[in-house]
């Protein structure tokens, strides 16, 4: 099977991998993401521990993936629960602090995630449930404008979630949701799913050793219906993703659909960042070669519809063919073996 055919097209496709952003001579500085996890009121002590498990998973992956403690900002309707990792009340003014610092010292280039735990309503207004004035979906997207330039991945795994995509959907915004619209009121389980996807093997469905937010999404999706299957349940929720600002969103995104591309390249940790922190000069060479790669392949892809298919497919080819090879070159190093 030779890169030209269409099955070597399929299998240079899969090797996508690592962050959209390309980082300057500062990658540490400018390629940073922040996580900001904010766990809402849970109603009952059994939801309580849920929430928090899932937090401090993610909270964990997130560690384990090069990020400082100083990047992982949790807040908790009951912060007294775990001292050491939770930073604050999971309250609307509280959050709105976490977030300006968050943009105040990342990076212009830098990747926020922000995970939304908890009960939802949807009465008129979609809201999160918080300890004291609940958050609406307008008052989120208000305080998400000190991240005028940042990529923002905003994850709201609440219950009736649904309506918080169209109002936070925009530039340089990947959006997930739980559920397609504020009727779907049940507890949701698509959040555990979630931040499970970031330690396990099976939701790398590339196989690049590393989980990106497209592969989180479908991970969880998938384990989602097997839980209603396995229980004779109908399946009451249905999870969104919007990426590409137009605020309609789809439950079943892919790298090469109108959603799905930008989500497909962005990582709880920049790949870059973690070389340059890790003192890897050739490591950090060919990271920031992919990236620079997948940034040409996103803007190739924007442009699709203005070109000419013959043309577009060639482009396209020769720098999936180009980023398989740098892909293949990292995966030796990272197994010990010389590069071939």
């Given at each position: 099977m030779t890169p030209s055919d269409g099955g070597g097209r399929l299998w240079v496709r899969v090797l996508i991998g690592t962050t959209v952003l390309l980082c300057s001579a500062s990658p540490v500085a400018r390629c940073q993401t922040s996580v900001v996890v904010v766990r809402g009121l849970a109603g009952e002590a059994t939801y309580a521990q849920r929430f928090h498990d899932w937090a401090t998973t993610l909270r964990a992956a997130a560690l384990r993936l090069g990020l400082a403690d100083s990047q992982v900002i949790y807040l908790a309707e009951d912060p007294e629960r775990d001292p050491a990792a939770i930073r604050g009340p999971a309250t609307k003014e509280r959050l709105g602090l976490a977030l300006r610092d968050v943009a105040q010292r990342g990076g212009s280039d830098a990747t926020v995630f922000l995970?939304?735990?908890?009960?939802?309503?949807d009465r008129g207004e979609p809201r999160l449930s918080l300890p004291g004035p609940d958050l609406s979906a307008t008052e989120l997207g208000d305080l998400l404008r000190v991240f005028a330039t940042q990529r923002v991945v905003v994850v709201n795994a609440a219950s009736a979630s649904g309506g918080f995509l169209p109002v936070l959907s925009g530039p340089r915004r990947v959006v997930v949701t739980a559920t397609k619209s504020g009727f779907e009121q049940n507890h949701a389980l698509f959040g555990g799913h979630f931040v499970e996807a970031f330690g396990s093997d099976d939701a790398d469905l590339d196989?690049?050793?590393?989980?990106?937010?497209?592969?989180?999404?479908?991970y969880a999706k998938g384990a989602v219906a097997?839980?209603?299957?396995?229980?004779?349940?109908?399946?009451?929720?249905?999870?969104?993703?919007?990426?590409?600002?137009?605020?309609?969103?789809?439950g079943d995104p892919s790298a090469t659909g109108q959603?799905?591309?930008?989500?497909?390249?962005?990582?709880?940790?920049?790949a870059v960042a973690v070389a340059a922190l890790a003192g890897d000069s050739l490591s950090l060479a060919l990271e920031?070669?992919?990236?620079?790669l997948e940034e040409r392949i996103g803007g190739l892809r924007a442009r699709?519809?203005?070109?000419?298919?013959?043309?577009?497919?060639?482009?396209?080819e020769g720098l999936l063919v180009e980023l398989a090879e740098v892909t293949r070159t990292?995966?030796?190093?990272?197994?010990g073996r010389p590069p071939r």
């Open positions: 995970v939304l735990l908890g009960h939802g309503s196989k690049d050793q590393r989980v990106s937010v497209l592969e989180a999404f479908l097997r839980a209603y299957e396995s229980d004779r349940r109908l399946l009451t929720e249905h999870a969104m993703l919007d990426d590409n600002g137009d605020g309609q969103g789809t959603d799905g591309s930008q989500a497909a390249v962005v990582y709880l940790a920049s920031r070669r992919r990236a620079g699709k519809d203005a070109m000419q298919p013959e043309a577009y497919e060639r482009e396209l990292l995966r030796e190093r990272a197994a």
